[in-house]
């Protein structure tokens, strides 16, 4: 077998991806699969556990969930009709929706509260920039039917302990608000129109058009010509009752005694209509605009809202493309991850005894890439070397014949032996512990 060049014929431009919908290579997919791996070991030695919902999902439960006045239901979203029967479906744009649909249709609270996390893509339309897509990636953690406030500490010190993890502790801090329960914000709700009011002119339209139906979420404006005007709004934390001022202390003390640093933000209002009481933000100067890599807060009202019986509710949600974009950003790289070995076979013999050969390995619980395609031991050698694998388990006529292989060494002092296929698979399972993995 010879490597040779297959012809294809080009009719028409190539495609390309969806305008802020990436591809995720390899070199960077490995690197996801790295922090997924760290958040997933958080997730489970707190005890949460994995759901997986739809991508897609009826629209309604978006429009219910979220709040009709909210950046992502009034602009954001891909919604189509299912020409087939009708529906109207959303590609999902966050999690917590998902979640609590899911809760809720399968009973999931019958026996108590739920710790939840799940991950995977969101969709939004917005307009494509760094740290911003149209597609981007999530974990999300829910944890369901816990009144708090101990579940609100719990989610911040799992935070701070994977940003410990991930080395990114001395970048990012945490921003802390109370939204406070329905009365204090219908309180601040009226405080806030009659305020607005007053400076009609100086609203952008969005704001104009905000001011009846959802005057906090003018609060969220990423309009830095209304900065002025949002600093100077009444504050919900001036309005919270008794029982929202308790929980809020009882946040504050949580983390005070854990040592997590925080900022009292009385701007901090999220964008999204279901949270109340605490919310929070965590985020880096080292991103520019879109500095925000983890957000949450607690959402008591969401699982009545969506059809279930009441039960209180706290999450937050990562942006995953944004924690990579800090690692990037600060130098800090996963291990490449490499094959324990290579195997190049050459001739019709050695390609019938190679496979035979990198079944045992595997058998073995080794990583091995058996080339493939043909060609000379140079060029077969070649990419065993690009492979970055410790070994090369090398088969020619010789080995074929005797049932054995040659084995190099590919890093360190090269070395090359013909050894039996268990003593080869021995050799390379005692350097494979050696280097700890
Ligand atoms: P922003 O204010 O930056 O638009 P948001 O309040 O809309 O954020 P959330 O809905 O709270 O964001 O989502 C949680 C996290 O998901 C954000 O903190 C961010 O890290 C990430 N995220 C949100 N939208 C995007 C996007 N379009 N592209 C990449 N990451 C995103
Ligand atoms: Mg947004």
């Known amino acids: 077998m010879t490597d040779r060049p297959v012809a294809v014929k080009t009719a028409s431009p190539p495609l390309v991806a ?33 759901l997986r919902t739809p991508i897609v999902e009826p629209t309604q439960l978006f429009v219910r969930g979220l709040g009709e006045v909210t950046d992502i239901v009034e ?34 609270l019958f026996d108590g509260g739920k710790r939840l996390w799940y991950a995977g893509p969101m969709f939004r339309h917005e307009r494509p920039q760094k740290g911003r897509y149209r597609q981007f990636h999530q974990v ?3 944890a369901l039917g816990f009144a708090g406030p101990d579940l609100d500490v719990e ?34 709700r009226q405080k806030l129109i009659e305020y607005f009011e007053s400076h009609r002119d100086a609203l952008d ?28 709004a009444p504050r919900l934390t001036d309005d919270l009752d008794e029982d929202a001022r308790a929980h809020f202390a009882a946040v504050c003390q949580g983390l005070d005694d854990a040592g997590i640093a925080y900022r009292l933000n ?10 109340n009481h605490t919310v929070f933000e965590w985020v880096t100067d080292r991103l520019g605009a ?9 959402y008591d009202g969401l699982i009545a809202q969506l059809g279930g019986k009441p039960a209180p509710a706290c999450g937050f949600a990562m942006g995953v493309e944004r924690l990579l974009a800090l690692m990037a950003e600060l130098g800090r790289t996963a291990e490449a991850e490499a094959p324990h070995a290579y195997i190049v076979n050459v001739g019709e013999a050695a390609a019938r005894h190679a496979w035979r050969v990198a079944e045992r390995f595997r058998d073995a619980g080794l990583e091995v890439v058996l080339h493939g395609g043909g060609g000379s031991f140079k060029s077969q050698m070649k990419k065993a070397d690009a492979s970055l694998a410790g070994f090369a388990v090398i ?12 084995l190099k060494a590919l890093r360190g002092e090269v070395q090359q032996a013909r050894l039996t296929v268990q003593a080869a698979i021995d050799m390379v399972s005692g350097e494979r512990e050696a280097a700890g993995g």
Not at 80 to 94: A, I, M, Q
Not at 157 to 173: E, H, K, N, P, S
Not at 266 to 275: A, E, F, K, N, Q
Not at 395 to 406: H, L, N, P, Q, R
Request: hydrophobic fraction near 40%.
């Open 18 to 50: 969806v305008k802020g919908m990436n591809d995720l290579l390899p070199d960077a997919a490995e690197r996801w699969e790295w922090v997924e791996g760290v958040m997933r070991g958080v997730l489970a030695r707190w005890g949460y556990r994995n």
């Open 140 to 142: 999300g953690v829910e």
């Open 395 to 406: 088969i020619g006529d010789d080995e074929a014949a005797s049932g054995e292989v040659s």
């Open 75 to 108: 602009k954001e979203m891909y919604t189509f009709v299912d020409e087939l029967n009708g529906e109207s479906l959303t590609l999902r744009p966050e999690g917590t929706a998902s979640c609590v649909r899911a809760v809720i249709e399968n009973n999931l």
């Open 266 to 275: 009385p701007r901090l209002v999220r964008g999204l209509d279901y949270y």
């Open 155 to 188: 989610h911040l010190l799992m935070t701070a302990r994977l940003w410990r993890l991930l080395g990114l502790d001395q970048v990012v801090r945490l921003e802390l608000n109370s939204l406070g329960g329905p009365e204090s914000r219908a309180r601040h």
């Open 290 to 298: 879109q500095g925000t890599v983890c957000a949450g807060g607690r």
């Open 205 to 232: 339209e969005d704001a104009q058009r905000r001011l009846y139906s959802n005057p906090l979420r003018i609060l969220d404006t990423k309009n830095s010509a209304l900065q002025a005007l949002v600093e100077g």
